[in-house]
């Protein structure tokens, strides 16, 4: 059974920084694409950063670039998120979420997370 499980979400101040792990099983990891997203209230899921995890490939959408680093641990199975620099903006809820396809958009990924609160907020 495939299984993503997010974890390392909050509340954080702005100008804060978060580091979100996405721990997956059930499938073989290095064959799978993993992608973190975020939804905020009202608003449509939007791609942060995906990574291959076969070959450590990251990218990052427009959302959040520059403020945000992925990377992939094949040893543990897991994909984190450090967030820098987070803003209101920012609150959402953030999903992981694979694929073997080379693609960071939503609609391309078939094994979703619970996902997780991350709130920035003074």
């Known amino acids: 059974e495939v299984q993503l499980v997010e974890s390392g979400g909050g509340l954080v101040q702005p100008g804060g920084s978060l580091r979100l792990s996405c721990a997956a099983s059930g499938f073989i990891f290095d064959d799978y694409v993993i992608g973190w997203f975020r939804q905020a209230p009202g608003k449509e899921r939007e791609g942060v950063s995906c990574?291959?995890?076969?070959?450590?490939?990251?990218y990052y959408t427009d959302s959040m670039r520059g403020r945000v680093t992925i990377s992939s641990d094949s040893a543990k199975n897991t994909v984190d998120l450090q967030m820098n620099s987070l803003a209101p903006e920012d609150t959402a809820i953030y999903y992981c979420a694979a694929t073997i396809e080379r693609r960071c958009t939503p609609g391309d990924y078939d094994y979703w997370g619970q996902g997780i609160q991350v709130t920035v907020s003074s």
């Open positions: 990574i291959s995890n076969g070959d450590g490939l990251p």
